[in-house]
């Protein structure tokens, strides 16, 4: 089961990596609120002043947002990638507005609540202002796609105007299922669903978009009927510039691969095709390393998901009523007849289900209660992540995340306040010599102290980066210690470690914890190792191809 790989690996623990964050921004909050009075004669020097109170605001919103601090991930596509369709997929409900066009015209913010509440503001003389609670999805689906994007996609033809932004709050999976991203209690998810860039066409926009990049964990959604050798190279292109606007980055973002149903029988086999693209993407961005690139069916995952909603799968139950459950499996039906005809002989319990499902279609005959039982839908959601690819990128995610945590979540909250900080250190560096010399010594001193806090608030964003790495390193040396002392509490003790499993917890737990990340490395296993070796056997695999395989996880 698919499932039984979430909620068992226990994450690093990021409150104490939060809280540092929090007092080194209280700290220089105070040191700012200090300045004028140890220095009244800065109140008449209008360019400090100005600074002052840019850099105090931005590090007043930078402790607001830590005091609730959230995981925000940007969706960014090229041309025709399916990006609303992944995006509904992963929130287990349908607001983002698809379209066989280009439907991704403006910014769409989702933010997770437990209250739901739509908010735009109006554009004159193009859609008016919407301030609503309580509103359906539907609804919101609907007046989206509809009363906003639509119309600026046709305006913005005749003329320029701002990126239309729609706030959704509401459930949204990622953060309902609390296991699923292991994220510390009170961390919050959002999502940004933006435009291609290929849309954006004056440089206001485009820079309002880059600072939502910037901002963000991103995912770079591609389609994979544009990676053959014809369309590849504009596909490169545009990937370039979405990487470009990231500051070339490539750490802060997952490539998907999406529509790799859409495969032919002519086609070369999937694992080949991304081997040859994520080549061609290195040697384009001229990076360090292959990017790895996750191949997805969206369109699949998003009918499992929405029918099933934004709950747990695992221990919930539906948050769809029975007319939209049977509305998305007859659209599923024939939609991902491709996917079905692949994917559903690997269980014969969900082969025999959508054979009653589709049967019951096909007489016109109502779906029985019994065909859309919790456990039924349960098990077609689960059988989807696992051959949509959905499991894979929630895995690639939840890793990042945790390797990242600073990076992700609390980096792009310092960036502007660092800025602002960086230049009034350079506007007091140029204090005029002819101020009374007992305010120089003052600001001099207040001048110093915000430098270190700056070089402080630095190191320590450098820091976490490196603190898996050393987490890692301990733990190995703590295994081998262990395994050479054979001593056997040291030994349980250094195993525990390793999986992020609670020393105190009883051993039914830990047996039971244990047992899932036994599953999980069986997957990887299966993958790295396995499946490599079998290509080398029955499908011809060069010897230097398996090499080539095998290095990327073996030494």
Known sequence: MAFQQINRTLMTQHHNTLEDARNLIASIQENLNQIYAVAPTLNGNNVIHESLIRSAADF???????????????????????????????IGRQIAPMDAGEMSAGILHLVHSDKRYLKIDAVKNLWDKVDAANVDDNVIYEHVREKVFKVYHDAKQKQTIPVPTIRVEGELLPAAWSDLLQLPAGVNVEIFDLPGLNNINDKDNFKVIQDYLEQCFSLVVMNYLHTDSASRAELLKEVKKIVDA????????????????SRSENDDSLEDRIKEFANAIQKELKLKETPNIIPVSARALFYAQCTWGWNSPVNGEPTTDKKFQVSQLKKFSIDCAKFLKEHRKHSNEVKNWLRDIEDAIDDNDDISNELLSTENLKLWVDWTWQYSGGLNLWGELRQRVDERFSEIVIAPTLIQPLASLEILLSTLNE????????????????KTELEQKFKELNFFLEQESLEFEEQI???????SSAMASQDEQEIDFAI???????NDLEESEAAEKLNGVVAEIKVDLRNSVILPVRNYYLNGLLSSELCEELGKSLP
């Open 60 to 90: 007043k919103l930078a402790a607001e947002k830590l005091a609730h601090p959230a995981l925000r991930i940007a969706t960014i596509g090229t041309t025709s990638a399916g990006k609303s369709t992944l995006v509904n997929g992963l």
């Open 246 to 261: 990231l500051g070339g980055k490539t750490d802060a973002m997952i490539f998907v691969l999406n529509a790799v149903d």
């Open 431 to 446: 204090y005029s010599v002819i101020q009374r010399q007992s305010d120089k010594e003052a600001v001099e001193k207040k």
């Open 473 to 479: 390193k301990e733990t190995v040396e703590l295994i």
């Open 496 to 502: 525990k470690k390793l999986f992020g499993i609670d």
